[in-house]
């Protein structure tokens, strides 16, 4: 579960959001493993976890074989970190920080309200251009089926419209 309040996070359903972007990019092996994804790096497998040491900011950590310095629940790059952290004032990378930031990108993706009332599959087709785990994403990543993603919201409480 994010470890932002649903009140905090604009309701219940950008909770589910959140859970079901975590099981995308992460997937629930490597949840249940880890601090439930905030400290994951890149390049992780179940069976070889790469994890952050702490969480005082983005670990820049540049994982050669995927050419990516992406870290953390969402999988955030660090060329994108410093200008988030600054825009929205995160003391850190911690997970409420984490939070912040992927919602801030649903809000910047024109997601936000589609996520709120329900609209999953708008929601994620806005946000496949940031996130390569999502259908369409078109990354030449694995992508998973919206049905997938959809069950995993719903499992995770969201209300669809």
């Known amino acids: 579960m994010p470890r932002i309040t649903a009140q905090q996070a604009g309701g219940e359903n950008v909770c589910a959001f ?38 005082s900011d983005h ?11 992406a ?17 929205l004032k995160l003391p850190d990378f911690g997970p409420i920080s984490q939070d912040l930031y992927a919602i801030q990108q649903f809000r910047e993706q024109r997601a936000l309200d589609d996520i709120k009332a329900g609209r999953f599959a708008s929601a994620i087709a806005k946000c496949r251009n940031i996130w390569a785990s999502l ?6 990543q694995h992508e998973h089926n919206i049905d997938h993603l959809l069950a995993a919201f719903v499992k995770a409480g969201g209300k669809v419209a």
């Open 71 to 87: 870290a953390g629940r969402y999988q955030i790059l660090y060329r994108y970190w410093p200008h988030y952290k600054a825009l």
């Open 18 to 55: 959140l859970d079901t972007l975590a099981a995308s990019e992460i997937g629930p092996k490597m949840l249940a493993l880890s601090d439930d994804g905030y400290n994951v790096l890149v390049g992780s497998m179940p069976n070889k976890m790469l994890l952050m040491r702490d969480y």
């Open 135 to 140: 259908p369409g994403a078109g990354y030449g």
């Open 59 to 69: 670990p820049n950590v540049y994982n050669q074989a995927t050419n990516s310095t």
